[in-house]
């Protein structure tokens, strides 16, 4: 099973790499925090190496904020990210909301 799921991920990183550059981070955002994260959360934007991922809270915030350099390494397989900042989902929306009426 091992074999089968390393076989998967190089494939699945092989077509990340053919993504557009400012795609691939945003493609590769589940691949580098695995399933359960990446049900919780959402890789938002990509400009100039920085990755902006909505997160549900703060506490989550905060807890991912510890595996930044793992992700970073993952990421860093196929994309150019620099740095990874956690939004939460209410300050998400707000910047949506303050953008719209502009």
Request: contains cysteine; proline residues 5%.
């Amino acid at each position: 099973m091992e074999r089968a799921r390393d076989g998967l991920q190089k494939i699945m990183v092989e077509a990340i790499r053919r993504a557009p550059a400012a795609e691939a981070p945003l493609l590769g955002w589940p691949l580098a925090c695995g399933a359960a994260v990446a049900a919780r959360t959402r890789a938002l934007a990509y400009n100039d190496g920085l990755l902006r991922v909505e997160v549900p809270d703060a506490a989550w915030r905060n807890e991912l904020l510890a595996l930044v350099p793992q992700y970073l390494a993952t990421l860093n397989q196929f994309a150019k990210v620099k740095r990874i900042e956690f939004v939460t989902a209410r300050d998400s929306a707000a910047t949506r909301a303050r953008m719209s009426h502009t």
